[in-house]
């Protein structure tokens, strides 16, 4: 399995995407990955240059930033922690939330409608990818603070969504407070029906087959939304993870591909996330 990812990658990777899978797979250099990272930085200190496939154009966005501060903290490094957390304060609202991304030139996917309002679905992600670098810094906190507001209060929501939370949930430091959430936040899961446990029902306005399985709220075993699900109901997912390897190597994506480039740079993405969450599960060493 790993043998034809490792080919697809070569073949068919953006350099940024090469440098990750020698790094998880095949003892590479963290500090290459750094380097492929930094060359979407921008000075504001945000990420920009199409680094999320969907938003194309050179101006920073919040989903870049945080992308790029994923990258980061999956090597162990923190730097341009604290200056992405600079480029944040600039675009944060009053009540400690950022958009959903901002009205800046370029191209994005139909989906990326800019709004001035705060989003919790990204300021989720950002707080979590901070909180697990260990960063200090005003807009965390504030940002935090916006996301146990939000939380509290949510009564409906769609996989996107819960799925930032969930990611929110497994670092930030208040973990009894984290626990008392994620048991709300699953029952809310199984009430209405916002995970695919096999009919394949996309949430309304996702598209066809564009749905949230286990292994996407529960990445990893000590992922606090592994207790949403049975062993059989995660075992099944994961069967039909490693089924769905194509024959050329890689995993491919649900949502549309709206700009002929975005099927190349995608696909390696979910390739290499298909393959950390069979790993994570025990499904491949």
Known sequence: MIEAARSFIWLNARVLEQRRFRYLFDGGSGDAVVAAVEAYRNDDG??????????????????????????????????HAETACDFLTTITNADGGVP???????????????????????????????????????????ATAFCWRRMTDLTESHPYEVNACARFLDHVPDRPRAEREAER??????????????????????????????????????????????????????DAVAAA???DGGWTFPWAAWTPVTTYEWRPVVTIEALLALRAHGRIS
Do not use: I
């Open 46 to 79: 945000g990420f920009g240059h199409a680094l999320e496939p969907d938003g194309r154009g050179p101006d920073s966005q919040p989903l870049h930033t945080y992308t790029a501060l994923s990258l980061l903290a999956e090597v162990g490094v923190v730097e």
């Open 100 to 142: 959903n991304c901002l009205d800046t030139p370029g191209f994005r996917a139909p989906w990326w409608q800019p709004s001035p309002d705060s989003d919790l679905l990204v300021t989720a992600l950002l707080a979590s990818v901070l909180h697990r670098m260990g960063v200090e810094h005003r807009w965390l906190a504030a």
């Open 185 to 238: 936040l699953g029952a809310l899961v199984r009430e209405r029906g916002l995970v695919d446990l096999g009919d394949g029902r996309a949430h309304q306005g996702y598209s066809e087959g564009e749905t949230h399985k286990p292994h996407h709220y529960a990445p990893t075993p000590d992922s606090l939304a592994r207790r949403w699900f049975g062993d059989d109901e995660l075992a099944a997912d994961l």
């Open 245 to 247: 390897q194509r024959e």
